[in-house]
């Protein structure tokens, strides 16, 4: 253990042996969480795929929900468009991004993922930091056009034009639908 | 087995005793998916609610995926508005209807439970077919302003009022919230 490392596992007050394990089985629950669904985020698969005993996990992680929570923490901070002072464009480039995350990290599965063990204490908080997380920069946004019900509205909207596809079909939206969505929020008149 | 019975299992060529079995597991797993989500349909607690035993149901549905399936399955056709003519009224009517779904009968739960499984073909098609039906009516009455990207985009738009606050945070929306969209997708001077 070296001082680097040992500070490294810092507030938690693991040493660093964990806090790699904690590095390694985090990333292999965050990759079947993607690729299978939370269904698929067990204690043998997990342990396969870091390469560690089941006994190891058992260990630090009694739980099955203590790896899929752990797999949705290691996703650190939502990403966000650079905002350019466009509103437009702004909203069209946060979709986007949002898009790419649903085809590269899977985040369609991720928002699955956490309603299924929503009820769950632990999942609901996780779930509620990082969704609000997510939807941050678009609250922003659309607060300069609207305010009260119609902001949440508009809020729920835009997300909506990605996430529906995503987790209904599987699919997500060609730009044009992406660039549709965006001017029917913002040429409304009670908006303006 | 009387004749009434046996005529109820109809195509499926089962008889009337695993009808009925049918029934009883389907109603388990769908009150254990929307209860606590898919993770908790196992053959142990479907058997304990339904009151059979383990053997029999992995007799019939010898996978988790099957009766999950077969639970929602036994939601049968998606509830909709009843149409009045009134765009407006009909479209806040139909995503009244949708929250009912999401209250009532845990929608969000059966959404995202099949979200979760879609990387199975079977549950895929599924998904497909009762999403399909689900927004066939929101088709057909923003079809009315809309076509091509724009109709895509306000489908997901409204559908998102309604599944984004329930998927990602477990509420649904205010009335006001619904008025709210529905005015920023009727009043866009493009769809109009």
């Known amino acids: 253990m070296t001082p680097v490392e040992g500070s490294k596992a810092g507030d938690s007050g693991e040493d660093a042996r964990v806090s790699r394990t904690r590095v390694d089985v985090a990333r292999a629950a965050l990759e079947l969480l993607t690729s299978e669904g939370s269904d698929a985020v067990t204690h043998a698969r997990v342990a396969e795929i870091a390469g560690y005993s089941k006994t190891t996990l058992y260990t630090h992680w009694?739980?099955?929900?203590?790896?899929?929570?752990?797999?949705?923490?290691?996703?650190?901070?939502?990403?966000?468009?650079?905002?350019?002072?466009?509103?437009?464009?702004?909203?069209?480039?946060?979709?986007?991004?949002?898009?790419?995350?649903?085809?590269?990290?899977?985040?369609?599965?991720?928002?699955?993922?956490?309603?299924?063990?929503?009820?769950?204490?632990?999942?609901?908080?996780?779930?509620?930091?990082?969704?609000?997380?997510?939807?941050?920069?678009?609250?922003?946004?659309?607060?300069?056009?609207?305010?009260?019900?119609a902001l949440d509205a508009a809020v729920s909207m835009l997300t909506g034009v990605v996430a529906c596809p995503a987790i209904m079909f599987g699919t997500v939206p060609d730009d044009d639908v992406i660039e549709a969505a965006v001017d029917v929020v913002l040429h409304d008149p009670a908006g303006g």
Do not use: C
């Not at 969704?131 to 659309?142: E, F, K, P, R, V």
């Open 62 to 149: 009694p739980a099955r929900i203590d790896l899929i929570a752990m797999a949705i923490e290691s996703l650190g901070e939502m990403p966000h468009h650079q905002l350019t002072g466009d509103l437009r464009a702004d909203l069209i480039g946060e979709l986007k991004v949002f898009r790419s995350g649903v085809v590269d990290i899977r985040l369609d599965r991720v928002l699955s993922g956490m309603a299924e063990w929503a009820s769950v204490e632990q999942m609901a908080q996780i779930r509620n930091r990082v969704n609000t997380d997510g939807q941050h920069q678009m609250y922003a946004m659309l607060g300069q056009r609207f305010s009260g019900a």
